[in-house]
Every structure is written in C-alpha cells, then in structure tokens.
C-alpha cells in the first residue's frame, strides 16, 4: 500500500528502531512507548487488520505469536515458570478499540506490572 506508514516502515523508507525481522513479519519499538519495552510486530503484506483477515492470513497470524515468544526470550521477558515476568499481546480492531494505524499489527508490551482490565 503506497500511502501505509507501516508499509513504509516495512520498506525502510520511513526510520524505525527494528527488533526482529524476517522474510514475513518486521518488529520495531514503537515510537511513543506505553511500557519500556513496547514492540511492533507487523505483517511485511498489507492486511488492515484483525477485522478483515481471510483464511489464507491465518499462518501469518500464527507466525507473528511464534515471533513474539522470540522477542520476550531475547529480551528477557519470558514468563519464568509461567509465574514471574511475562508481557502483553494486544492487537487492537477497529477505531473504538484503540486502533489507529490500519496494517496489522500486534504489541508486544513488556517492563512494568500490567494492569486488568485494560483502558
Ligand atoms: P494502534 O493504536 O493499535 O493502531 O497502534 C499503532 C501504534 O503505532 C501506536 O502505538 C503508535 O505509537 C505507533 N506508531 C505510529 N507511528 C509510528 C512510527 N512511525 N514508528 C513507530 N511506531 C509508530
């Protein structure tokens, strides 16, 4: 998509501060940080967002949860023993859900208590 900022964050024609990448998704910290460790991780293919995903984005989906247990493990956010430490996965759909950029995309949050419910 030519106008996405996401797409041109994909495309290195906008700077980011990248945390992973590969052939499917990029990861990069986002640029107003709601946690001292707030990441992107986001489909390289334009998809607008959880509202409009077909049957052939499902193993993407998938991939962008196995790249978020990489990135807690890098970072040492891992949860130990499934008791201490740990992040939040959040995607947001739609405009009254917090949504604001419309490429698919899933935070990773990370480095402090985290509170329920959310905001
Ligand atoms: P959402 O509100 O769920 O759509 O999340 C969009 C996120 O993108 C927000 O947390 C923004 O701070 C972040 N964001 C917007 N523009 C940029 C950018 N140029 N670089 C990094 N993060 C961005």
């Known amino acids: ?7 041109k964050i994909v495309r290195k024609e906008i700077p980011s501060k ?5 052939e ?8 107003n940080p709601v946690a001292p460790t707030h990441i992107l991780i986001v489909p390289k293919r334009h998809i607008v967002g959880v ?7 499902e193993s993407i989906v998938g991939h962008m949860f196995y790249v978020a247990r990489k990135i807690g493990e890098e ?5 130990d023993e499934y008791l201490k430490g740990g992040y939040r996965l959040v995607f947001n759909v739609g405009k009254d ?23």
């Open 18 to 22: 990248a945390a992973y990448e590969d």
């Open 75 to 79: 970072l040492g956010h891992a949860p």
């Open 51 to 57: 509202q409009t995903l077909e049957r052939e984005d």
């Open 24 to 31: 499917l998704v990029y990861a990069f910290h986002d640029i």
């Open 1 to 7: 998509m030519q106008d996405c900022i996401f797409c």
């Open 97 to 119: 859900a917090g949504q604001s950029v419309f490429h698919l995309h899933l935070h990773f949050i990370a480095g402090r208590r985290m509170e329920w419910p959310p905001g």
